[in-house]
């Protein structure tokens, strides 16, 4: 197959083409219809950080498949490393027979996740599997069932993570009971704390609610088994925790014996500059789980817990896809491409992208924040700066102009555009990407 020939966009008609055209009917007529999709994108073929359609146009991927193509789109290693595994062993299933690559992930994970105590690896499919696994490993360790997490967090879609997202409603309504003993408690957002609605560090304000109205009004901290936070809210809308807030947490969980759960499915393995981000507060985790980025976009997620808590027997949980040979393989070569030069290279470009779009609540009416760590970066829109209005509609004729200009991203929350990257992109692509979604807020803020 021949190479994509420029880094970037290139657009070759009006959007979408005919044949995006035809594919998008049929699409309608045999998937199923709770597919989230921005706008009619369809791809055929990826490379770094290009994506060429169906009709043969161009565009610079800003969205790297939610986050999960760390290394780019079909990074030769990654590929090369997939074919050799899959010309040996396919599956065998990690729940009844051993193989290597199990141990070799393992210890890598363990050799950079936070904390001087000995790690084990639970290997899932996905990262509301690594959550489920989590939630099961808690109640099992601590002897405890109830759950604590936050406004505006994602965990997953399956019914245990259900319960404890709390994004919106719709990923809720019409599935009836959820699992019970779930806790949610207000998320400092710095830009609009929910507590008083101003702009400020409401860490404080939040973990005082924990303690003086959840701790005394609703659950006895010792019946809690685990408080599951992300570091950064990924659908919440690319929302960083403040330090401070998140080492308060990790004092009151060690306090009460309750365990800490650090959510890095989408701010994990290398995205903020760091390897996780809840490194950036030096806080040690007792679980953490990761997936969408460990493996380059092959399905594989992880569970990694202090050894001493995953003491649960033989046949209490298992997977019978969780640590595929091939996914492992895809992950092995994905963390050594980190490693070498990707986390690094998501810092500074990272940094240098942050540079460029600081200023843009001064310069633009419609956006009232710019946030985020490393290649994890978040841009908020209002329809008023001073009361903060969110402005979901104006956001998303952002994202689709964006993608007229051959420009992929995608919202976050109710009104943030996030910019989530491979973490190969370089200062040229950012630098494109910047004056392209400028160009679409001027115009959007023209025509609002």
Not at 170 to 182: A, C, D, M, N
Not at 308 to 315: E, I, N, R
């Amino acid at each position: 197959m021949t190479a994509i020939d420029t880094k970037l966009p290139r657009l070759r008609m009006a959007l979408p083409g005919p044949n995006a055209k035809q594919v998008i009917a049929l699409d309608e007529r045999h998937i199923s219809p709770s597919y989230t999709r921005s706008y009619p994108l369809v791809a055929r073929r990826g490379q770094g950080a290009m994506i060429e359609d169906v009709d043969g146009n161009v565009f610079l991927d800003f969205a790297a498949g939610i986050a999960v193509v760390a290394t780019g789109h079909c990074h030769p290693k990654v590929v090369e490393a997939i074919q050799r595994q899959a010309a040996e062993l396919i599956h065998i299933s990690g729940t009844d027979f051993y193989y290597s690559q199990m141990i070799d992930l393992a210890e890598k994970l363990e050799r950079v996740t936070p904390g001087r105590e000995p790690k084990r690896v639970f290997y899932v499919n996905s990262g509301t599997e690594a959550i489920e696994a989590a939630m099961k490993l808690a109640r099992y360790a601590t002897g405890r069932e109830k759950f604590i997490a936050f406004h505006g967090c994602f965990h997953g879609r399956t019914m245990g993570s259900l319960s404890l997202t709390a994004s919106k409603a719709v990923q809720r309504k019409g599935f009836g009971s959820l699992i019970s003993g779930v806790f949610h408690i207000p998320y400092p957002n710095p830009y609009r704390c929910p507590l008083s609605g101003q702009a400020h560090d409401c860490g404080d304000d939040c973990i005082a609610h924990l303690e003086k109205v959840v701790f005394k009004k609703l659950v006895d901290p010792a019946d809690v088994a685990a408080i599951f936070v992300e570091p950064v809210q990924g659908e919440g809308g690319y929302v960083p925790a403040p330090p401070k807030f998140l080492r308060d947490l990790a004092d009151i969980c060690a306090r009460h014996g309750i365990l800490l759960v650090v959510d890095e499915v989408q701010s994990g393995m290398g995205r903020t500059g760091k390897w996780w981000a809840c490194e950036h507060a030096g806080i040690e985790p007792d679980i953490l789980c990761s997936a969408k980025g460990i493996a380059s976009g092959m399905p594989l997620g992880a569970m990694i817990a202090r050894a001493s808590l995953m003491t649960w027997k033989p046949g209490a949980h298992a997977s019978t896809f969780g640590g595929n040979p091939v996914c492992l393989a895809a992950a092995l070569a994905t963390f050594d491409l980190l490693e070498g030069g990707y986390i690094e290279n998501a810092r500074r470009v990272g940094e240098h992208l942050k540079d460029l779009m600081k200023g843009w609540p001064e310069r633009f009416g419609i956006v009232g924040d710019v946030r985020g760590m490393g290649l994890m970066l978040g841009v908020e829109f209002v329809t008023d700066k001073k009361s903060r209005e969110p402005a979901h509609d104006l956001r998303d004729r952002v994202v689709e102009r964006a993608f007229h200009k051959g420009v992929l991203v995608l919202g976050a929350g109710e009104n943030t555009l996030r910019l989530c990257p491979p973490l190969l992109v370089d200062e040229e692509q950012a630098d494109f990407v910047v004056r392209a979604i400028e160009e679409s807020i001027t115009e959007v803020e023209g025509a609002a």
